[in-house]
């Protein structure tokens, strides 16, 4: 079945420092992928839409300039949380849905967990 | 707005009864909706789906109904067994979209 990767699977950080996580698609190409958070004991919430080729779209109140993506190839999108603070620790989650099925069915990774100290 | 919620926030079950779990949703928009399960420290695992042009999909153990006249979803569990043990949340797709609204989650408890 079709697989999402993501990398790092956990990373702790200083504060102020920034972090990237990628997601990949390792059997399928996905022209748009999704970035979730997820603080614990909540729900996913959806922060941003990973267009490649073109800029994310992201959720009212998330900081387009504090969490960078750029979905570079149609295997590839990267979440880049620049200066994080304490507050930006969470689960990050990224889902793609395969180009050529058109079944409209989403793969999820397997979440990176962020800690930011 | 948009909102998606879940009846009850926990659910406990003896091992081999049948669990179910509720969900509503607001958009009425939504022609997609999914069923995950989330074990502690993973991402979220595909369980069911179902197109806003059914009503009804059975899988291995599990049937999703769908009710869009009072948007409710429902996820049926036959014979419960302790590795279904986990947080269950049900996702709705935004208009056409592949982005979705997941519902705050059910915690089921399977117990021997």
């Known amino acids: 079945g079709a697989v999402v990767s993501q990398h790092p699977s956990w990373v702790i950080c200083k504060s102020g420092t920034s972090v990237k996580i990628e997601c990949r698609s390792l059997d399928f190409q996905a022209t748009t992928m999704f970035w979730y958070r997820q603080f614990p004991k909540q729900s996913l919430m959806l922060m941003a839409t990973?267009?490649?080729?073109?800029?994310?779209?992201?959720e009212q109140g998330v900081e387009k300039d504090k969490f960078l993506i750029n979905h570079a190839s149609l295997t590839l999108s990267t979440l880049t949380v620049t200066s994080a603070h304490p507050e930006d620790s969470s689960f990050y989650i990224c889902s793609a849905n395969p180009l050529e099925r058109g079944t409209g069915e989403l793969f999820f990774g397997e979440g990176s967990r962020l800690t930011v100290l | 707005g948009e909102s998606v919620g879940l009846h009850l926030p926990t659910l406990s079950v003896q091992e081999g009864d049948n669990s179910i779990i509720n969900c509503a949703y607001s958009?009425?928009?939504?022609?997609?909706f999914i069923w995950y399960k989330q074990e502690s420290g993973k991402g979220p695992q595909f369980i069911i789906d179902?197109?806003?042009?059914?009503d009804k999909r059975q899988g291995q153990r599990v049937t999703v109904l769908l009710n869009k006249t009072v948007k409710h979803l429902s996820l049926q569990i036959a014979a419960t067994q302790p590795g279904d043990s986990a947080v269950y949340f049900c996702a709705v797709s935004r208009d056409s979209g592949y982005a979705l609204n997941f519902g705050k989650g059910t915690s089921l408890l399977v117990t021997p």
């Open positions: 179902i197109r806003s042009n059914m």
């Open positions: 990973s267009n490649e080729g073109s800029k994310a779209t992201y």
């Open positions: 958009n009425s928009a939504s022609d997609y």
